[in-house]
């Protein structure tokens, strides 16, 4: 079947140029027409800039590189390509993660769904369920269990997994204008983004972040080592949490006093 749309894929980079699975992407242009990646390079200081110009020279037009001059954090890598996409005027724009955790052939499965249900917005979740390949250290299952738990209490309605670094939404006005901003998080930014969304429920008629989001269970996710993610940044992380928090929870005068 494949995509039916226009889809722009952000790709966010920091030091992948031992991770980047050139010829994974390759073969999903082959294999998707409609499909094109705009690679964000976040101020990478090992041979990623070299490794992505030469895939972009291999697929032509349909591989884009966006440079950052110094590193800025997934979030910001993240909404820079997102507003290069919007450019480009696709139907369809999400982020994936570099290493390729969530095979390339999920956004078809992702794109069919917001077509089928209607939604505005696909989150991947990585559920242990039987006949799927969910691969996850057993740390970093629980320590997520833990974050999902507080990003649902952050967001105040119920969320499996905020930080599946695998999402699709409509190249919406909408989504233009929740990208807009720079986020405040870094770590935390997929939270800040729903919470964003979420905002909009009282801005823009219509919309409600509950019935226009849905998670998506995949078929595969495999935990890829060299993972940016360590327990120093655990204290951070929570910090965030916490901010997130008091963002949806306490008025703008108040945190302003």
């Known amino acids: 079947m494949g995509l039916n749309a226009k889809t722009l894929i952000v790709v966010p980079c920091f030091n992948e140029a031992t991770r980047l699975n050139c010829s994974a992407f390759e073969d999903a242009l082959r294999q998707e027409p409609l499909l094109e990646f705009i690679f964000v390079n976040d101020g990478s200081t090992d041979g990623t800039a070299d490794v992505l110009s030469q895939l972009g020279q291999c697929c032509g037009g349909r591989v884009h590189v966006l440079a950052l001059q110094s590193n800025s954090g997934k979030g910001e890598a993240v909404r820079a390509g997102v507003l290069r996409a919007f450019e480009l005027e696709p139907t369809y724009i999400g982020y994936w993660d570099a290493d390729l955790a969530t095979p390339l052939n999920a956004i078809e499965l992702f794109a069919k769904e917001i077509e089928s249900r209607g939604v505005s917005l696909v989150l991947g979740s990585r559920v242990r369920l039987m006949g799927r390949n969910i691969l996850r250290s057993p740390v970093r299952h629980y320590v997520g269990r833990g974050f999902a738990t507080l990003a649902a209490v952050v967001l105040g309605f119920p969320v499996y997994d905020t930080q599946c670094g695998a999402k699709l ?8 204008e929740v990208f807009a901003e720079k986020f405040e998080m870094t770590w935390t930014f997929d939270v800040e983004l729903l919470l964003r969304l979420h905002s909009f429920k009282a801005k823009v008629g219509g919309f409600d972040l ?7 269970p995949l078929p595969e996710w495999v935990d890829s080592p060299g993972s940016k993610l360590n327990p120093l940044q655990y204290p951070r992380i929570l910090r965030e949490m916490v901010m997130l928090a008091s963002k949806r929870l306490l008025p703008t005068s108040n945190r302003e006093k």
Do not use: N
């Open 169 to 176: 939404f409509r190249a919406s006005p909408l989504f233009r």
């Open 210 to 216: 509950e019935q226009q989001c849905v998670e998506y």
